[in-house]
C-alpha cells in the first residue's frame, strides 16, 4: 500500500480525514494547520485535497 493510499483508508466514506489525523499528516510535513486552512478553507481535511496540496 502507498503511502497516498494509507492517507486515503484513514479517511471516512465521503472522504474526509478527523481533524486529529489531518493534523498529523501537516505535521508530518512541516505544514501549520493554519496554513493548511487558510489554503484549503473547508477542504482542509479532505484526505485528497490535502495530499494533492502537499504534493502528492
Known amino acids: 500500500m502507498t503511502y497516498e493510499e494509507s492517507v486515503l483508508n484513514a479517511a471516512d466514506d465521503a472522504g474526509f480525514l478527523t481533524s486529529k ?3 498529523r ?3 508530518d ?3 501549520s494547520a493554519a496554513d493548511a ?8 481535511t479532505d484526505a ?5 496540496s502537499l504534493g502528492y
Open 25 to 27: 499528516l501537516l505535521r
Open 37 to 44: 486552512w487558510v489554503d484549503l478553507g473547508d477542504s482542509a
Open 21 to 23: 489525523d489531518a493534523k
Open 29 to 31: 510535513h512541516n505544514v
Open 48 to 52: 485528497a485535497k490535502l495530499l494533492e
